[in-house]
């Protein structure tokens, strides 16, 4: 009777008091924080140098001067950008040209899973096989570039997302995620008299809501930067994206840009300026992210666990 009141006291006092740790794991866990706060310092002082730089004086920046923290206050680097008419144009085609491609990619890639995911669906094996060779070998930049021009799609809209509507690296993704939902779902469904297309619409995505809007991420990330292959296919000024404006601002000899703006190129460097773009062209991203950040982690490692 003793022993068994011990042993309650002694299993009641392990539940309730906290677990103790070695003291390598303590210093591990020093360790961990340490490096991920210095990792997290190196990767914000670039942003939070050009975010002093943008707000800068033109005699602050040319003299050297600008860390981590304005001089000389001002604001009209990002009057004169938002001004800028290639900048606004480009900004325009860049935000066309993730929605549409977002959407399209995003609904083309889901269709390509879904029926990827059925072990009932004849040669999947080889279907399967297919599509990873894909992601292994490819035609080429100069037979892509003349598939594109004997389809006409060059110096348009289309061939910026066209090419990229399926990704086969986001396919599996959200493939191995409706592996994981049960196949009861399906079974009741098809009782009722539903059919495939109404139980992919109504039964799988509002369930696969994590995967989907992570991978609509990935999407909308890759062509908001992308700007390689806006520099091989296109050559008129309304039709190149935002980071393809940023490329060519950079490598444009130091001032250009101001040449034709006398009051800009007296108050204003090409420094400051370059920053304040980069950081107008950063901001919707960031924007948008934190809304999808909730189903980031969750649907990369529930749609990458099963292979």
């Given at each position: 009777m003793n022993q068994n009141h011990a042993l309650r006291t002694e299993n009641g006092a392990g539940l309730s008091g906290t677990i103790k740790t070695s003291f390598g794991e303590r210093c591990f866990a020093a360790f961990n924080y340490f490096f991920f706060i210095l990792m997290g310092i190196t990767t914000l002082v670039p942003?939070?140098?050009?975010?002093?730089?943008?707000?800068?004086?033109?005699?602050a920046v040319i003299s050297g001067r600008v860390g981590l923290l304005p001089v000389g206050v001002q604001f009209e680097?990002?009057?004169y950008v938002l001004q800028n008419s290639m900048?606004?144009?480009?900004l325009k085609t860049s935000v066309l040209l993730t929605v549409i491609g977002t959407i399209l990619s995003l609904t083309m890639t889901t269709i390509t899973a879904y029926p990827l995911s059925k072990v009932r669906l004849r040669g999947r094996k080889w279907l399967l096989l297919m599509f990873v060779f894909t992601m292994l070998f490819s035609g080429g930049l100069i037979p892509t570039y003349l598939l594109m021009h004997n389809l006409n799609l060059l110096n348009t809209l289309a061939v910026l997302f066209l090419p990229a509507m399926v990704n086969v690296f986001n396919m599996l993704i959200i493939k191995n995620y409706f592996e994981g939902l049960p196949d009861s779902l399906e079974e009741s469904a098809k009782l009722d008299g539903a059919g495939n297309i109404r139980i992919l619409i109504y039964i799988i995505l509002p369930l696969s809501l994590p995967v989907l809007a992570t991978i609509a991420l990935f999407f909308a990330v890759a062509f908001w930067n992308d700007f390689f292959a806006a520099m091989i296919y296109i050559t008129s000024p309304e039709l190149k994206p935002l980071q393809l404006y940023l490329k060519e601002l950079?490598?444009?000899t130091s001032g250009d840009f101001l040449k034709n703006n006398v009051d800009a190129a007296i108050?204003?460097?090409s420094q400051s300026i370059q920053a304040s773009s980069i950081l107008l062209a950063t901001l919707p991203i960031l924007?948008?992210?934190?809304?999808?950040?909730?189903?980031?982690v969750k649907g990369v490692l529930v749609g990458s666990v099963k292979g």
């Open positions: 942003f939070v140098n050009l975010i002093a730089k943008s707000l800068s004086s033109e005699e680097t990002y009057g900048f606004l144009t480009s950079f490598v444009s108050n204003m460097t924007i948008v992210y934190p809304f999808l950040q909730k189903y980031f």
